[in-house]
């Protein structure tokens, strides 16, 4: 079956310019996960939605960073004004009953 | 912070069995044992979970201690596509009380030789 799918899967913004990345969770799992993972290091978690509701937004590391899932199933990960440092990979993972995780293949972020 | 300690790098011979360390002796009652590995330029990759009994599916098998301080990732037949960061996670399961996040650590770097 279908995974999880996230888009753009390459991005080249400049210092300053917002983003705005897509992840599409496999159909009916309710929770849904945004992880950033910087160069040489393991994931790191940002975000958790259960369905529509953000439980926890711990691991976001700025007020530029915003996500939203609005009808509890895409999300969208918002940074504004993007810096060098937001360079990274950004990973959505969702998860049904079970809870085990399913990443999508990631959305490599490099800001100029 | 990660709760499991692997040894950063490893290697081993195609076609033969490779056996990932992992240490996790702070490990609760309630948490589980899972494992991931990431492929160079991939999302990480589900492989196997287990709570306490031995686990075995079509990638791999779990073997965790008795007192549940460490286990290991056994890939029985190592290929060349096997060579990946693999990371072994402890979590909690709690069936829509809130799912848990992952807290990844360093991983154990494995390299398959032909």
């Known amino acids: 079956g279908a995974g999880v799918s996230q888009s753009p899967r390459y991005k080249v913004a400049k210092r300053g310019q917002d983003v705005a990345l897509r992840c599409d969770p496999i159909s009916g799992h309710v929770s849904l996960f945004w992880y950033q993972q910087a160069l040489g290091q393991g994931p790191e978690f940002l975000t958790y939605f259960q369905n529509e509701a953000q439980l926890d937004k711990s691991g976001l590391p700025s007020d530029r960073f915003f996500a939203e899932r609005p009808e509890g199933s895409v999300s969208t990960l918002k940074i504004q004004r993007t810096q060098q440092e937001d360079s990274a990979v950004y990973l959505c993972?969702?998860?049904?009953?079970?809870?085990?995780?399913?990443f999508g293949p990631g959305t490599r972020l490099l800001v100029l | 912070d990660a709760k499991t300690t692997q040894p950063p790098s490893m290697d081993c011979a195609e076609g033969r069995a490779a056996n990932l360390p992992c240490n996790h002796s702070?490990?609760?009652?309630?948490?589980?044992v899972y494992w991931y590995r990431q492929i160079h330029s991939q999302g990480p990759q589900y492989i196997i979970h287990?709570?306490?009994n031995n686990e075995t599916n079509e990638m791999a098998s779990l073997i965790i201690t008795e007192d549940r301080k460490s286990s290991t990732l056994i890939l029985p037949h190592a290929t060349l596509r096997d060579t990946a960061v693999y990371y072994c996670?402890?979590?909690?399961?709690?069936?829509?009380?809130?799912?848990?996040?992952?807290?990844f650590g360093q991983g154990t770097r494995l390299t398959i030789n032909p």
């Open positions: 702070t490990i609760s009652g309630n948490e589980y």
């Open positions: 993972a969702s998860s049904g009953f079970q809870e085990t995780q399913y």
């Open positions: 287990g709570l306490k």
């Open positions: 996670i402890v979590r909690v399961e709690r069936f829509y009380q809130g799912a848990q996040k992952l807290v």
